[in-house]
């Protein structure tokens, strides 16, 4: 048996909409997310989707629920789906991130952050001391 997966990012947040890379913090949709959320779901509710797994992050949580709730489509919450930690740069504007993004690739972020390796690669490839999910 075979089995498709459809990817879906979160909705457009009102961080995304100011600049800002929110990484870990838990972001709320914007009026223009919410919009694109329900969009989504009349998009893909009629496709027999077996499940919706999101990061339990707010903002996947928020996706998740306009799109898909109030349906018999079961929505999973999973910390493993998190966006990479910026560790002290959560929060800060996207062109903050932009020149710094490839050396991060292995290095953590500063402030408690994670590697985009250990993103995909979970514990597996964590860094001492990084545990985290």
Request: proline share 7%; with cysteine; net charge positive.
């Amino acid at each position: 048996m075979s089995v498709d997966i459809v990817y879906e990012t979160h909705s457009l947040t009102e961080d995304n909409e100011r600049g800002i890379a929110i990484g870990r913090l838990p972001g709320r949709l914007s009026a223009t997310g919410r919009r694109l959320a329900a969009r989504l779901g009349d998009r893909r509710r009629e496709d027999h989707l077996a499940g919706v797994f999101v990061s339990d992050l707010h903002r996947a949580v928020e996706t998740a629920g306009i799109a898909f709730g109030g349906t018999a489509i079961p929505i999973h919450r999973d910390p493993r789906l998190r966006a990479c930690d910026y560790g002290e740069l959560n929060g800060c504007p996207v062109t903050a991130l932009e020149g710094r993004r490839s050396r991060h690739i292995d290095t953590p972020y500063p402030g408690g952050g994670q590697s985009y390796r250990w993103r995909v690669d979970g514990a597996k490839a964590a860094p001492p001391g990084d545990s985290r999910p």
